[in-house]
């Protein structure tokens, strides 16, 4: 399935308990000599919700959030169940979907904005952290389930993210490495491109629209709610009153089938 063209290979593990590791998750995601995709999802058991979902990104590392396949994996249970509604368990918390006509929208969790949340390798304002590399400065930091730095930029599609995107996401003021994005606010609409971390530049990133809601909102360039316009397409994002960031766009269903492990 895809969220906008950030692409998943979807396992369902409910029954078979398939075992992951990092090795095997690259295998898969690779392009050309597995199924390839951006992030593999495992759907598993939970005790406290309709399903776990486990997330590894291309590179192998194992993550705790992905917007974009939360929404895919909603429409799966949506579907599957009949509900009106599904809770999603994952390593960064309990989310839940719902369709909205022929999209799924999520609530993707509190965002965090304290420095050690993030968590970032000094004490600074997330707002505008005192952090820079090339032509990237003052970021907002934000942590959806996994750690954002949004740069605020005159143009977007100006910037060079193959050059720094891979910079930030490894640079030590981030002990976890970060998810970047640059992004340009104009009208109340938010043109994203966002480097993900473990898995290079993507068509879209759920939980970075949602953190760029959210670093746009702490900078007084939006009121708490925009459209996210990803080089995939556009989602709607808004950072409601009790902390949490519901993110709402469409679903693609690609094909099944079997691959030999």
Known sequence: MHGLGNDF?????????????????????????????DQLIIMRMSDTSDIFMEIWNAD????????????????????????????????????????????????????????????????TTTIAADYSK?????????????????????????????????????????????????????????RQRVWERGAGITEACGSAACAAVVAATRRGLIDRKATVRLDGGDLTVEWLANGTVQMTGPTTFVFSGEVAL
């Not at 994952?90 to 968590?119: E, F, H, Q, R």
């Not at 993210?161 to 109340?188: K, Q």
């Open 9 to 37: 290979v979807i396992l369902d593990a409910r029954e078979s308990g398939l075992k992951m590791n990092a090795a095997r998750a690259a295998k898969l995601a690779d392009r050309k000599r597995g199924v390839g995709c």
């Open 134 to 190: 090339g032509p990237l400065s003052a970021p907002g930091c934000v942590n959806m389930g996994n750690p954002h730095a949004v740069f605020f930029v005159d143009n977007a599609d100006a910037v060079d993210l193959n050059r720094w995107g891979p910079e930030v996401e490894n640079d030590p003021f981030f002990p976890e490495r970060a998810n970047v994005s640059v992004v340009t606010v104009s009208d109340g609409v938010i």
């Open 60 to 123: 192998g590392s194992r993550v705790g959030a992905c917007g974009n396949a939360t929404r895919c994996v909603g429409r799966l249970l949506l579907d599957e169940t009949g509900q009106a509604s599904v809770s999603i368990q994952t390593d960064a918390g309990d989310l839940s979907a719902v369709a909205v006509g022929n999209d799924i929208s999520v609530n993707m969790g509190t965002a965090k904005t304290n420095w050690p949340d993030i968590p970032l390798a000094q004490d």
